[in-house]
């Protein structure tokens, strides 16, 4: 695959993109390895939400990995795995090695009665059979659906349901800082709820004390016993399933995101070449977790098709201190970092004294992803991190999107603080008013769409087609609609604003206001809830909720049994910050709660509250701000 290296060139290939899209992508899809070649590079059709690209071919990811890298790459180090406590050997596996272990661990799947299309939820800590786990339900064809470790078991459940996994590979316990947490316990907590799931398979991790269910679970190292090493690729369809990923809308239940095979691994792969500027000896650093499409497309498939060295970190960043991050660049000579903004703000707040021992001499590239990147942290990141002389790309994309959309490419579009900036070869992004018009030209604001099909698109919302369209196809015709907004700037820029539906993002994870509500609701003495989102200075966005109760505790007691049940209803990531009692929300004659005026109160906003005199019950807006957390 041919990386672009100039601003001309850059130009060029989007033109291309624009005017001819079948040449374009198929002459990136020329250099992967096929078992069977396309009829047709793409068919699209927006209405229906029906994507195929590179008709009926046929193709194993994994093949892409590893039988098109081995020759050159086998010695190469793939995977270097860095664990939570920095006095623990790290592991590094060479494409030989990681190709061996893939068709070691799909032996045990496939022996496991695992066949392709069958869907296997991974539940499991950031150590390399994670990786592995991914790979080898790729390479068997099964759809793997990776939950994050620090799900709920109700969340899991509902993911297990909702896809009817046959089977959870998961771990014993997972390292997090000072911290161990009882996956399986929790695995087990689930599985109460589930009928689909047939058999568990367990690494071995913290070596804590957990119960084996006879006939359903066994332990990871037994079942690769005795497993050959090499396996046989399933012959996947172009539009064959790879995995689904779950993510929260504004609606209370995650959907289920598709990807498929081919699209995905052309957009994976293509976006990491040329976002990061990947030269071949590079050491390459991603501190998403596994469990987000960050680490999917980052972490692993990305960075892996293209044959890099793929850093993977089991800890967090401020343990056993906050030097952590910086201690990692300069242990492996980390050429690209990719963080999110959440973390670079978490450690802002610690100024620059764990920067000191570090030299960070490695670092080409910094990276960001998952919201909005503020000025203030652009530059502490890009002088502190970056010395000034990293590229700091500002990556926009989304779980939908499959890959990088908007974003400079490292070193060659020119950088501007806070600004995504252009748009990806492939990709025409469009703003538009709420009717529905394109706002064309420089210094608008709105919505953003996208109006090109592009490979990594998603192709449905598992088991509800009908969702798909409505969510992404319906709201603007012959258009994909982010729910973000956006601005373009004076010279034709792109910056993102953020959600314009009710979607909030807390430190960089996505969550649905009505989903945080309902988890409230489920407390007995909740009568109604409203949650919002509201400025935070370190998580972008903290979660406020204001709930009505019914109850003989007092306020305290309350607060703290509704902050347990959304940790057990979803998990500690949606516990609100602040939490308001109240004895009415305000809502609109038809019965709607006017979010807008709640936000503004979460957000310390007491001016242009609007006009509240429309409302069912404008006197509740008082007690409100009265009331407010500061
Ligand atoms: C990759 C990821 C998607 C939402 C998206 C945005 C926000 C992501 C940026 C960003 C501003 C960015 N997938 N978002 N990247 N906002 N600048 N560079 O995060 O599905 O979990 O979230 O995240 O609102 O719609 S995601």
Same mark, same amino acid.
């Given at each position: ?46 209405? $229906? ?34 664990? $939570? ?64 470790? #620090? ?13 009817? *996994? ?7 316990? $997972?390292? !997090? ?131 890099? %060295? ?13 030097? !952590? ?7 492996? @000579? ?32 910094? #990276? ?18 970056? @010395? ?19 974003? *400079? ?15 990806? &070869? #492939?990709?025409? &992004? ?22 090109? &099909? ?16 409505? %969510? ?126 709640? !936000? ?31």
């Amino acid at each position: 695959m041919q990386r672009i290296k100039t601003l001309s060139e850059y130009f060029k290939k989007y033109e291309l993109s624009e005017k001819d899209p079948a040449k374009f992508w198929s002459q990136i899809a020329d250099s992967f390895l096929w078992k069977k070649k396309w009829d047709n590079v793409l068919e699209s059709d927006f209405e $229906n939400a029906d994507f195929q690209w590179f008709k009926n071919a046929q193709l194993n990811i994994t093949e892409n990995i590893f039988e098109r890298n081995l020759s050159q790459r086998g010695d190469k180090t793939a995977i270097i795995w860095e664990p $939570n406590d920095p006095k623990e050997s790290p592991t590094y596996l060479s494409y030989k090695e990681l190709y061996k272990q893939t068709c070691t661990f799909s032996n045990a799947l496939r022996s496991k009665g695992i066949k392709k299309g069958d869907r296997v939820i991974i539940y499991m800590p950031m150590v390399p059979e994670a990786a592995i786990a991914m790979l080898a339900c790729a390479r068997v064809g099964a759809v793997h659906s990776v939950v994050f470790a #620090g799900f709920s078991a109700a969340s899991l459940a509902d993911r297990i349901n909702d896809c009817e *996994a046959k089977m959870v590979l998961t771990s014993d316990g $997972n390292f !997090r800082g000072n911290k161990t947490i009882p996956v399986k316990d929790v695995v087990d907590e689930a599985l109460e709820k589930c009928s689909s799931i047939e058999s568990v398979i367990v690494l071995e991790r913290t070596k804590q004390n957990i119960n084996m269910e006879d006939g359903r679970d066994s332990w990871w190292h037994e079942c690769i016993e005795d497993q050959p090493k090499t396996c046989d690729s399933e012959v996947m369809d172009s539009e064959d399933l790879l995995f689904i990923l779950y993510t929260s809308g504004s609606t209370g239940k995650p959907k289920g995101v598709v990807h498929s095979s081919a699209g995905y691994m052309i957009y994976s792969s293509y976006t990491f070449l040329n976002v990061f500027q990947y030269d071949e000896d590079d050491i390459y650093w991603c501190t998403a977790d596994v469990g987000w499409i960050t680490g999917h497309s980052y972490i692993v498939y990305g960075p892996l098709l293209c044959g890099a %060295t793929t850093v993977m970190f089991e800890g967090v960043p401020t343990y056993p201190n906050v030097s !952590r991050f910086w201690d990692i660049v300069d242990k492996y @000579k980390v050429n690209q970092f990719y963080t999110a903004p959440t973390a670079i703000r978490a450690l802002q707040a610690h100024g620059l004294e764990p920067l000191e021992n570090n030299s960070l001499d490695s670092l080409k590239v910094i #990276g960001s992803v998952g919201e909005p990147i503020n000025e203030e942290a652009w530059h502490w990141y890009h002088d502190n991190v970056g @010395k000034g002389k990293c590229p700091l790309v500002d990556t926009w994309w989304q779980t939908e999107t499959g890959g990088i959309m908007i974003s *400079a490419l490292a070193g060659i579009t020119p950088n501007k603080p806070a600004h995504a900036s252009l748009p990806l &070869p #492939g990709i025409i &992004p469009v703003i538009v008013d709420a009717e529905g018009n394109e706002l064309n030209g420089n210094n608008v604001q709105g919505n953003l769409c996208i109006k090109s &099909p592009w490979p990594s698109i998603i192709r449905t919302t598992y088991g509800d087609h009908k969702r798909c369209i409505s %969510t992404y196809f319906s709201h603007y015709k012959g258009m994909y609609f982010t729910g973000d907004g956006v601005k373009r700037d004076h010279d034709g820029y792109l910056r993102i604003l953020g959600r314009v539906d009710d979607v909030i993002n807390v430190s960089g994870h996505r969550m649905g206001t009505a989903e945080v509500e309902n988890a409230i609701n489920e407390h007995e003495d909740v009568i109604e809830s409203a949650v919002v989102g509201y400025p935070h200075d370190i998580k972008g966005e903290g979660i406020y909720a204001y709930v009505i109760v019914s109850t003989k505790l007092n306020d305290d007691e309350i607060k703290n049994q509704i902050i347990n049940v959304v940790r057990k209803v979803i998990g500690p990531i949606a516990k609100p910050d602040k939490i308001q009692i109240v004895s009415g929300l305000p809502k609109t004659r038809s019965g709607k709660i006017m979010r807008r005026i709640l !936000r503004k109160v979460a957000s310390n906003d007491f001016q242009n509250l609007g006009d509240t005199s429309t409302l069912l019950n404008p006197d509740v807006v008082k007690e409100i701000i009265d009331g407010a957390i500061i």
